[in-house]
């Protein structure tokens, strides 16, 4: 069963432009985290905000989570090219060893 | 510096056989995991191990088997591969606390014909 749903499930933007994401989960989690996958290849793993906190910023990218809502958002400022992959968020539940549910996924096109 | 290793990257099989997916993870991580993905379910988990000897299963266990006799390996076997087990099969690895992200590996294609 999936734990986390994203929207949109394709996204396409110009170079420039920022990109935002979004992830609804069902049940309470410890943490939550996104991950890029470029075509072909494994997922990295780009940030992870834990349950108490409401925002998080790494570089271009800003995490919020609201855990009223069971839902979270990824916001990739002044996108590049570079950013097309699929951005995927993953929920953590540390009763169960931390193993990570992922939703589906959005592909994100940012056209140069 | 190698990381996380998957062999083979492609592999074809017929149905019936059985078929073992490699992993190797050069940093002592604790936590290990294999993961499939496929279009419309995303990526699934199927078995993980806490450490050398500890494995459990995740929510796609049914017709694969898991080994860790050493920390840094943790081979998936299929004993008798089915078509439906036609996927992109990725390990991960985490050094500790679920409190951390995944680093993951670059994927094995597996085609059961």
């Known amino acids: 069963s999936q734990q986390g749903e994203e929207d949109p499930q394709a996204l396409s933007i110009q170079e420039g432009e920022n990109a935002t994401m979004n992830c609804s989960y069902k049940?309470?989690?410890?943490?939550l985290q996104w991950y890029r996958q470029n075509s072909g290849r494994g997922l990295v793993h780009l940030i992870l905000i834990r349950s108490n906190e409401r925002e998080k910023h790494s570089g271009r990218l800003r995490v919020t989570l609201d855990t009223s809502k069971k839902s979270s958002s990824l916001l990739i400022t002044a996108s590049r090219a570079a950013d097309t992959a699929s951005y995927f968020c993953?929920?953590?539940?540390?009763?169960?060893?931390?193993?990570?549910?992922f939703g589906q996924g959005t592909e994100l096109s940012v056209k140069p | 510096d190698a990381g996380i290793t998957q062999s083979p990257r492609y592999k074809i099989t017929e149905t019936g056989r059985q078929v073992t997916l490699m992993c190797h993870q050069t940093w002592s991580h604790s936590y290990m995991f294999w993961y499939r993905q496929d279009l419309g379910h995303g990526l699934r988990l199927i078995y993980y191990?806490?450490?050398?000897?500890?494995?459990d299963k995740g929510e796609v266990p049914d017709g694969y088997v898991v080994s860790r006799s050493k920390t840094e390996n943790f081979p998936l076997t299929l004993e008798s591969a089915t078509r439906s087990q036609t996927s992109v099969y990725f390990c991960?690895?985490?050094?500790?606390?679920?409190?951390?992200?995944?680093?993951f590996g670059p994927g094995t294609r597996l085609t059961v014909t």
């Open positions: 993953a929920t953590a539940i540390y009763n169960q060893g931390g193993k990570l549910i």
């Open positions: 049940t309470s989690i410890n943490n």
């Open positions: 191990s806490a450490a050398a000897d500890i494995t």
């Open positions: 991960a690895s985490r050094l500790g606390p679920p409190s951390t992200g995944q680093y």
